[in-house]
T-cell receptor, first 113, second 112 residues
Framework: GDSVTQMEGPVTLSEEAFLTINCTYT??????LFWYVQYPGEGLQLLLK?????DKGSNKGFEATYRKETTSFHLEKGSVQVSDSAVYFC????????????FGQGTELSVKP | SQTIHQWPATLVQPVGSPLSLECTVE??????LYWYRQAAGRGLQLLFY??????ISSEVPQNLSASRPQDRQFILSSKKLLLSDSGFYLC???????????FGQGTRLTVV
């Protein structure tokens, strides 16, 4: 079945460092891809999305490009801030999965001043 | 605009007691509704989803149940809680397939 794999965490960075969180997926057809962020004690918030190959989603300085050839949707940010400390989830949705949204296991990011 | 409400925010319940968590969505019709559970330090586990009133799909057999008595209301219940039911419960909605989901703020359940 369809699945999402994220890099293991926790990831610890210094403020203003470059961030990459890897996400790869397995899916038949053409899924939509999402990144969600979860701050401590809160629900998940949609960070960005891409619905077709080569689309780039972006929001709040974060970017991710839908790469069908490598089945990847890596999250990047050029300069992280302490306020970016959170858990990040990659997810996919496809018609093959019906009504379900498939999530990766989450990657915890900690940014130190 | 659409909003999702989930309550209570925190709950401490004794083992063997009943549970009722409620989720409501405003500003949309006929949403797909979801209940997820997140154990401490773990990922998301899909528990139930619903595509319409009275239609419930269960993903994980356990002592929890879900109901959808109205179009925009989704309830998670248990007759007798177990210690292993502790966790962070999240409700979510989607407009249709292949779109993003929107999450409530979650309920932190501690079974003691």
């Amino acid at each position: 079945g369809d699945s999402v794999t994220q890099m293991e965490g926790p990831v610890t960075l210094s403020e203003e460092a470059f961030l990459t969180i890897n996400c790869t997926y397995t899916a038949t057809g053409y899924p939509s891809l999402f990144w969600y962020v979860q701050y401590p004690g809160e629900g998940l918030q949609l960070l960005l999305k891409a619905t077709k190959a080569d689309d780039k989603g972006s929001n709040k300085g974060f970017e991710a490009t839908y790469r069908k050839e490598t089945t990847s949707f890596h999250l990047e940010k050029g300069s992280v801030q302490v306020s970016d400390s959170a858990v990040y989830f990659c997810a996919l949705s496809s018609y093959n999965q019906g009504e379900k949204l498939i999530f990766g296991q989450g990657t915890e990011l900690s940014v130190k001043p | 605009s659409q909003t999702i409400h989930q309550w209570p925010a925190t709950l401490v319940q004794p083992v063997g007691s009943p549970l009722s968590l409620e989720c409501t969505v405003e500003g949309t019709s006929n949403p797909n509704l979801y209940w997820y559970r997140q154990a401490a330090g773990r990922g998301l586990q899909l528990l139930f989803y619903s595509v319409g009133i009275g239609q419930i799909s269960s993903e994980v057999p356990q002592n929890l149940s879900a109901s959808r008595p109205q179009d925009r209301q989704f309830i998670l219940s248990s007759k007798k809680l177990l210690l292993s039911d502790s966790g962070f419960y999240l409700c979510a909605w989607r407009a249709q397939r292949n779109t993003e989901a929107f999450f409530g703020q979650g309920t932190r359940l501690t079974v003691v």
